[in-house]
């Protein structure tokens, strides 16, 4: 007899359907629901074993089956938008268990195509959600893990990349909360590098505007953390071979080269150092303007003293040869 009343397998699209059915019932119980402490529990665990199923455990490697049956029954309905949205109301363990399910999620194949990305392009407005996690103290680097992989799918990057949100990022940078801050940056990092012919693109239409505010808000910031992690970033932008006419637009402008030249004073020498990466482009720049030209030579004296006394900790060849092209190119100028 107990056969015919064997339970029936918690397969991993169970599993699911489960999860979804409790995040839809406790969205819409009140806190004084009699069943809701025991449900949330219930919730808690169910996402745990969403989790052991897509990372395995010390025992058991993940099977490649079982996660493509969770994956697709997780896109099949909003199940993520769900968990993403109930994320504030989980407790701490139940909301890094879901941080790390939806993370993976991103990276998930199911018939060679990754779900996560078709599900995302229909459900832009989820992307404005994360974003707006790092106002929230206690869901910011959560929301931002979730983005980071959010963003690994170009098409989402994309978005973000041209939407109303990208400014907010040199907002958050500047958080007083470090971790959130140092969140952020990463986040607006990996919006910067990750996709190399997007960004591309993106500089090139936004020129004007981003780096009217990167100049303001992260060059010229008054937090140290923020200068130097915004002149390092610029450095990486601009040596990358995609964004070869936006650096030579930017290295073009006397206004960006007084505020490298401010960098390079700073008392910092980390500062120092990343600042020179990007000033010497301006020196290497073939067709220099000839109101670049003329500051160079006003202050030829001021620079090439500074050069003199220039080190970086331990041997570095390349740095030393780059140093010796900027002092000669610049003792070399003639006024124009």
């Known amino acids: 007899m107990k056969a015919l009343f064997k339970a029936k397998p918690r397969t991993p ?31 808690s665990k169910l996402i745990f074993e969403l989790k052991l199923i897509l990372y395995g455990n010390v025992e058991n490697e993940p099977v490649a089956e079982a996660c493509a049956e969770l994956t697709q029954e997780f896109f099949k ?14 407790n701490l363990e139940a909301r890094r268990n879901a941080t790390q399910v939806v993370a993976n ?8 195509q990754l779900i996560a ?24 680097l959560h929301y931002g893990a979730m983005l980071k992989e959010c ?19 040199f907002d958050y940078i500047q958080i007083p909360n470090f971790d959130i801050a140092a969140d952020a940056t990463a986040t607006f990092k990996e ?11 993106f500089l090139k239409r936004n020129y004007d505007e981003f780096f009217a505010e990167y100049n303001t808000k992260l060059l010229e910031s008054e937090n140290y953390v923020t200068r130097r992690q915004g002149v390092k970033l610029l450095a990486e932008i601009l040596l990358d071979r995609s964004n070869c006419s936006v650096m030579v637009r930017y290295v073009s402008s006397k206004d960006n080269m007084r505020i490298l030249m401010n960098l ?7 500062i120092q150092i990343e600042a020179f990466h990007v000033f010497k482009l301006f020196v290497a720049n073939k067709n220099k303007p000839d109101d670049i030209i003329n500051i160079l030579v006003a202050n030829r004296t001021k620079l090439l003293f500074l050069f003199s006394n220039f080190k970086i900790d331990g041997e570095n060849e390349g740095f030393e040869e780059d140093k010796a092209h900027v002092v000669r190119e610049i003792a070399e100028l003639q006024p124009k």
């Open 13 to 43: 699209a169970y599993l699911v359907r489960q999860t979804r059915d409790l995040l839809i019932y406790l969205s819409h119980c009140s806190d004084r629901d009699a069943k809701r402490e025991v449900k949330m529990a219930e919730l």
């Open 77 to 90: 309905e909003n199940t993520l938008r769900l968990l993403i949205i109930f994320l504030p109301k989980l």
């Open 105 to 112: 999620l991103q990276r998930q194949q199911v018939k060679s």
């Open 117 to 140: 990305s078709d599900y995302l392009e229909a459900n832009l407005d989820l992307m404005e959600l994360l974003i707006s996690g790092y106002e929230d103290l206690d869901i910011a």
């Open 151 to 169: 963003i690994r799918h170009q098409s989402i990057a994309r978005h973000v990349l041209e939407s109303q949100q990208m400014k907010k990022f």
């Open 191 to 201: 919006l910067l590098t990750r996709h190399k012919s997007t960004v591309a693109e």
């Open 264 to 270: 390079l004073r700073e008392p910092s020498k980390a």
